[in-house]
T-cell receptor, first 112, second 113 residues
Framework: KQEVTQIPAALSVPEGENLVLNCSFTDSAIYNLQWFRQDPGKGLTSLLL?????REQTSGRLNASLDKSSGRSTLYIAASQPGDSATYLC???????????FGKGTMLLVSP | ETGVTQSPTHLIKTRGQQVTLRCSSQ?????VSWYQQALGQGPQFIFQYYREEENGRGNFPPRFSGLQFPNYSSELNVNALELDDSALYLCASSRSRGQETQYFGPGTRLLVL
């Protein structure tokens, strides 16, 4: 059974800092990995999707990396802003399946 | 292009009642997946519908049932509500049942008293 773990559970940083969120998964036979953002009480917004054959994806100030063999992904946020405050969720799809398995998320607070 | 919509946004029910949640998929999408997100947890897969047929189910009891209509919109029905059913219910649509990107709706917040 695939398990996804995210560390840390919560993170508080001052505005302008660069930060790294971590995600690990137990079964390396993944098809892809996605990072989502969730604002309080809201739905999920997809940030980045990395196919299993890729090593990283970038979008603006966000960079996600994937090391399938070690079962790890990181989300790097550069020059953090208060508007980045949200919960960040990591999810994987196993090869041969079409459902997402999520971690519990990292709650990020960026203070001005 | 219209995104995924869900209704209602909030709902309060009492234990033992039944509830129906609705989801309209994004234009051009024929697959809908439902997830339950308890407070402080990641979403958990409930089931997926592809072209009106169930295409996979997570570890949820039979009192959670679903339906997909010819226009690919979907319903999630929960019978005999329990307190632990209180959660945010998320619907996601995708182009196909394969490993396509899933686009999420805003969710329905259900509170069971």
């Amino acid at each position: 059974k695939q398990e996804v773990t995210q560390i840390p559970a919560a993170l508080s940083v001052p505005e302008g800092e660069n930060l790294v969120l971590n995600c690990s998964f137990t079964d390396s036979a993944i098809y892809n990995l996605q990072w989502f953002r969730q604002d309080p009480g809201k739905g999920l917004t997809s940030l980045l999707l990395i196919q299993s054959s890729q090593r990283e994806q970038t979008s603006g100030r966000l960079n996600a990396s994937l090391d399938k063999s070690s079962g790890r992904s990181t989300l790097y946020i550069a020059a953090s802003q208060p508007g980045d405050s949200a919960t960040y969720l990591c999810a994987v799809i196993l090869s041969g399946y079409s459902t997402l398995t999520f971690g519990k998320g990292t709650m990020l607070l960026v203070s001005p | 292009e219209t995104g995924v919509t869900q209704s209602p946004t909030h709902l309060i029910k009492t234990r033992g009642q039944q509830v129906t949640l609705r989801c309209s998929s994004q234009s051009g999408h024929n697959t809908v997946s439902w997830y339950q997100q308890a407070l402080g947890q990641g979403p958990q897969f409930i089931f997926q519908y592809y072209r009106e047929e169930e295409n996979g189910r997570g570890n949820f009891p039979p009192r959670f049932s679903g339906l997909q209509f010819p226009n690919y919109s979907s319903e999630l029905n929960v019978n005999a509500l329990e307190l632990d059913d209180s959660a945010l219910y998320l619907c996601a649509s995708s182009r196909s049942r394969g490993q396509e990107t899933q686009y999420f709706g805003p969710g329905t917040r259900l509170l069971v008293l």
